[in-house]
């Protein structure tokens, strides 16, 4: 059964840095499109990146320039490194993959991250 896993997160200062991880199985990686949402309390799950089989990558602009996305296809694994995390970073982030051939999406459980003095 194919299932992502998010690993990484937790409490962090401003300023601080976080590396989640998502370990993806039962998947082909280049037949996906792989990237992380997010949701805070109250609002819309929103994306925050997402990377290509073909290497290219979106960053949202919020945290353009602070997080990078990047893909280990031998681990099937993707990761998030957080840099510079503001008070406003704070929210469940969601690694997902969306196949190419169907657009079909599926979703990890989700871990928290939270910025915070």
């Known amino acids: 059964q194919a299932q992502l896993v998010e690993s990484g997160g937790g409490l962090v200062q401003p300023g601080g840095s976080l590396k989640l991880s998502c370990v993806l199985s039962?998947?082909?990686?280049?037949?996906?499109?792989i990237g992380w949402f997010r949701q805070a309390p109250g609002k819309e799950r929103e994306l925050v990146a997402v990377?290509?089989?073909?290497?290219?990558?979106n960053v949202a602009d919020p945290v353009k320039g602070r997080f990078t996305i990047s893909r280990d296809n031998a681990k099937n694994t993707v990761y998030l490194q957080m840099n510079s995390l503001k008070p406003e970073d704070t929210a469940v982030y969601f690694c997902?993959?969306?196949?190419?051939?169907?657009?079909?999406?599926?979703w990890g459980q989700g871990t928290q991250v939270t910025v915070s003095s």
């Open positions: 039962g998947f082909t990686l280049e037949n996906y499109a």
């Open positions: 997902y993959a969306r196949k190419y051939s169907n657009s079909y999406v599926t």
């Open positions: 990377i290509f089989s073909n290497g290219n990558i």
